[in-house]
């Protein structure tokens, strides 16, 4: 195992805020670099991704909003750790910054013990996603016209090229590896996202609306990705047979 100090990049414009994280990072015996605005970030993360472990992203920057640059990171690098630390708390502003991509949400004012403690459970996570339960390493997947590519997280639909984050790609093939199965929301958040992340059916409903822009012809008569009333999903790759 690599003895390198994990970097943590704080994206806060708030200077008693970004101090204090730098100085808590710090104490934990992690190298920080604190930036705060998008372009700034955006710049940084492109010239040294390969060297940033893991990053703290406030929601409302200037000239940039947190969601953007959230997205922005996902469309180069699919697996880094993303926190997003906000003064936002209502439920339609996290399930939306998880749809940007990020992995944890936490609200401020944070308990700190609590920030540090999802900071190192994240900075253990393989930057190369483990398969999830049943996986049988599944690089490519065709459903009809449509075909997914697991290893570049892409989805060609009609010759369109779509990118997708991290957690729209392990729903997918969730879904894929147990096709046919009944899945309650219940078990796909246990199942998909880490445990202690502030996420809530709401949310799978809106990754699952997500997704079947990509694999569906029509959105509102969806053909694989079924709802079952009162219960979850149950994905279908060749529902005419």
Not at 8 to 37: C, H, K, P, S, W
Not at 40 to 50: A, D, I, K, R, V
Not at 185 to 206: F, M
Request: glycine residues 6%; proline residues 5%; charged residues 30%.
């Amino acid at each position: 195992m690599s003895s390198k100090t994990k970097r943590i990049l704080i994206v806060e414009d708030e200077e008693a805020i970004a101090e204090g994280l730098r100085f808590n990072m710090d104490a934990e015996g992690y190298e920080t670099v604190v930036l705060g605005d998008g372009p700034s970030t955006l710049s940084y993360f492109e010239e040294n991704s390969h060297d940033v472990d893991l990053i703290i992203l406030d929601l409302m920057l200037p000239g940039m909003s947190g969601y953007e640059i959230c997205r922005a990171i996902r469309e180069r690098d699919q697996n880094i750790p993303i926190i997003v630390l906000s003064a936002r708390t209502l439920s339609e502003d996290k399930s939306h910054a998880f749809d940007c991509g990020t992995d944890q949400y936490i609200a401020k004012p944070f308990n700190l013990p609590e920030l540090l403690s999802r900071v190192r459970n994240l900075l253990k996570r393989p930057r190369i996603e483990p398969p999830p339960k049943h996986a049988t390493e599944i690089e490519e997947f065709q459903i009809g016209n449509i075909q997914i590519n697991f290893k570049t997280f892409e989805v060609v639909k009609d010759g369109e090229k779509h990118q997708l984050t991290t957690m729209e790609m392990q729903l997918l093939r969730y879904f894929i590896e147990n096709e046919g199965d009944v899945l309650s929301r219940t078990k796909i958040l246990k199942d998909v996202w880490e445990q202690g992340a502030e996420v809530t059916s709401r949310t799978i409903d809106n990754f699952v609306m997500r997704l079947r822009k990509y694999i569906e012809d029509d959105q509102s008569n969806p053909h694989h990705l079924l709802s079952v009333r009162g219960t979850g999903y149950r994905f279908i790759a060749k529902p005419n047979e």
